[in-house]
């Protein structure tokens, strides 16, 4: 499977979410670390569903960039 992981730079570092499996989060002190972490948290989290027996979530997000003028 193959989610889609929102990136957002901080002040203090970088923090990671899925949108497909919420609550499931990081934050890292560069994206780097950000990105191994949320792979960790995607892995317990998907963990934990199968031990309650609760569905494992499609990936159904994406994502694209959107070109905008300067303001």
């Known amino acids: ?13 970088v923090g990671a ?6 609550g499931c ?18 892995e317990l989290h998907l963990e934990s569903l199968r031990e309650d027996g609760l569905p494992i979530p499609e990936p159904s ?3 694209e960039y959107v070109d905008v003028g300067a303001a």
């Open 25 to 42: 989060v990081a934050v890292g002190e560069t994206k780097e670390e950000a990105l191994r972490l949320i792979g960790e948290a995607v």
């Open 61 to 63: 997000s994406s994502s």
């Open 1 to 13: 499977m193959r989610y889609v992981v929102i990136l957002e730079r901080g002040e203090n570092g």
């Open 17 to 22: 979410y899925v949108p497909d499996l919420p």
